[in-house]
């Protein structure tokens, strides 16, 4: 096989046509589903087959993974140890037409092994963490849905669970096929799990119907006591399981998260993420990760590799106890194709009694994308928005206001029956949404009690302030009124903030200019006072009112000294001042 390899190399150095290399690839691949002395399958890490013999002889297996034995990764193959892969510039045209399929760099996959090695990206004190023994931990089954995954990715997740999970924790892995339309991921991908040395159950939904209602059929088929959800395209490194199941050992209402790093869908380097990141939210219900408060630091005493309390969770990676998964309602059975499952499940997990928990000492990769790959029957928007208005009408009471302002138009959105759900949320006698975001939440993008929710008009020009989608560090917009609410939705919060969605005004000098910052809820350069009577908004800390553009800054607002010209007027959409 070393030879083959030399072999590959002498071609691509020649660089002869694409389409023979095409089907030196594909030989090389194919062989490795059915060839014993190909190397693609050969190392295995200790956590893996050691102590762990396969739970049925698989003859063909036996030959490729040598009991017990590590060796260290083969030198100069790419990819090894999470390094990145360097496409030769002569195939890198090649390698762009190939990103399209998949919106990663497929052949940079396809030349990495299935079962590359991973450094040990834990922090030091979860590497010798004791669990209790590993014979009372639950098992799992994991479920990984897919639709039109690349052969190399969806093997790839498989082999690191194969190579790093103790094996009687391995109920099965439920590999559930959202009719795809790729001829590998039909009998091939049946005869090559066979041979695997843990047991995969495939399933087929015939017809697509999106991640939400494949992870139900996974689900419905599982033994273990738990179930684990992964995308289709994770790499699980050393000690990922154990952490998870355990915080379900020791509470089986804990639905726990791995932190999630980053397979790059450019060179499939593997990039360590943060523990220092949590799962929120913003006003457009679009899932985000926030820097971890230091309250959360504080009440883990200081020590990181401690689990933390997260508030939302991405959605791709989890375990849950599976009779606690039905419990508390499984899934939205209504939700389509793609999204809103994640926030769905973490409101409700917290809101009726549970937790979710990101495991810190838990690593998982995973390819994140910046394009979606896959065809969205029905249109994107509208099912962004239907799975999204699902949950907010469910759970999130008054505060689904924040969703609608800022999303003029979703309101059209068919958003089906919701009586099942609304029941759920009874029989589980769930808390409010104030109450997840009084305690669960506080540094929520949400204020907990605001005057207006609106827009905000100055009276003299008739223009409103906007986001102009601006980021943290921008410029405030101010742009005439539109009245149809989006970037000119506003906030006069009762912390005497103006927000709009994940952004407050900030002024930090004295002459401003007007910015942008997050919001910290802690008044200071974020304070305005807001006079009923004047109708001016008084910045404290400078002692002055904003007030229309300077002429040199046409669509920035400008703070000055207070007067009673109409410029420093500002009427505030739907303000309650009670
Ligand atoms: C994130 C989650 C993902 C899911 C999603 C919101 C992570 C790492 N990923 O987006 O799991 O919670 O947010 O819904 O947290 N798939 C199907 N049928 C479809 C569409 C997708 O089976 O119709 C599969 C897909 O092949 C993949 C999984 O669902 O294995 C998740 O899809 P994704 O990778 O496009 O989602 P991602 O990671 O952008
Ligand atoms: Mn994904």
Redesign the pocket.
């Known amino acids: 096989s070393r030879l083959r390899y030399q072999y590959c190399k002498v071609i691509i150095a020649t660089s002869m046509v694409w389409f023979l290399l095409d089907v030196v690839l594909l030989m090389y691949y194919t062989d490795c589903a059915s060839n014993p002395s190909c190397d693609q399958n050969r190392e295995v890490a200790p956590g893996g087959v050691a102590g762990n013999p396969p739970k049925k002889s698989a003859g063909l297996l036996d030959a490729i993974l040598p009991k017990g034995i590590f060796k260290p990764a083969p030198p100069n193959l790419p990819g090894e140890m999470g390094k990145a892969v360097v496409i030769p510039p002569d195939l890198q045209a090649k390698s762009k037409e190939m990103f399209k399929i998949n919106q990663f760099n497929l052949m940079a996959s396809e030349m990495i092994r299935l079962n590359r090695t991973l450094p040990d990206v834990r922090m030091e004190s979860c590497k010798h963490k004791e669990y209790v023994a590993t014979n009372l931990l639950p098992d799992t089954s994991v479920v990984?849905?897919?639709?039109?995954?690349a052969w190399t990715t969806l093997l790839r997740t498989v082999w690191s669970i194969i190579q790093r999970s103790p094996h009687e924790l391995i109920k099965e892995i439920i590999l559930?096929d959202?009719a795809s339309e790729r001829d590998f991921l039909g009998r091939k991908l049946e005869m090559y799990v066979k041979e695997l040395p843990v047991p995969v159950v495939i399933e087929r939904m015939g017809e697509?119907?999106?991640?939400?209602r494949?992870r139900l059929r996974g689900a419905s088929v599982a033994k273990g006591q738990v179930i684990t959800?992964l995308?289709?395209?994770c790499e699980c490194t050393e000690g990922w399981l154990e952490p998870l199941l355990y915080e379900i050992y020791k509470d089986r209402t804990s639905v726990v998260c791995p932190i999630?790093d980053v397979i790059s869908d450019e060179t499939f380097e593997y990039i360590t993420g943060s523990d220092m990141t949590w799962g929120g939210f913003n006003w457009k219900l679009n899932?985000r990760w926030y820097p971890v408060p230091q309250r959360e630091m504080e009440r883990r005493g200081g020590d990181r590799s401690l689990p933390l309390r997260s508030p939302t969770?991405?959605?791709?990676?989890l375990s849950i106890e599976r009779n606690y998964f039905y419990e508390i309602g499984s899934y939205d059975r209504g939700m389509d194709?793609?999204?809103?499952?994640?926030l769905e499940m973490s409101f409700r997990v917290w809101m009726c009694g549970g937790q979710v928990l990101i495991a810190t000492c838990s690593r998982v990769g995973?390819v994140?994308?910046k394009v979606?790959?896959?065809s969205w029957p029905g249109g994107v928007v509208n099912i962004l928005n239907h799975n999204t208005m699902r949950t907010v009408e469910v759970w999130m009471d008054n505060y689904k206001d924040f969703y609608y302002k800022i999303n003029p138009g979703v309101k059209q959105t068919e958003v089906g029956d919701l009586t099942q759900r609304l029941d759920l949320r009874k029989k589980l006698e769930c808390k409010s949404f104030r109450w997840y975001l009084e305690n669960i939440y506080p540094e929520s993008q949400m204020p907990l009690d605001y005057y207006s929710l609106g827009e905000v008009r100055n009276k003299e020009t008739n223009m409103c302030l906007d986001s102009m989608g601006r980021k943290s560090g921008e410029k405030v917009g101010m742009v005439p009124c539109h009245n149809m609410g989006g970037n000119q939705v506003f906030s006069y919060t009762k912390k005497k903030s103006l927000m709009t969605d994940d952004l407050c005004i900030d002024v930090s000098q004295v002459k401003g200019p007007v910015k942008f910052f997050k919001c910290h809820g802690l008044g200071g350069n974020q304070l305005f006072e807001y006079d009923k009577q004047t109708l001016q908004l008084k910045h404290s800390n400078s002692n002055q009112c904003l007030d229309k553009p300077n002429p040199s800054e046409r669509d920035t607002p400008s703070v000055g000294p207070c007067n009673n010209k109409p410029s420093q007027q500002w009427v505030l959409g739907d303000i309650d001042l009670a």
């Open positions: 990984i849905v897919f639709h039109n995954e559930v959202d697509r119907k999106g991640l939400i494949a959800f995308d289709a395209h999630i899932f969770m991405a959605g791709g990676l194709i793609w999204g809103g499952e994640n995973h994140f994308r979606s790959p896959y």
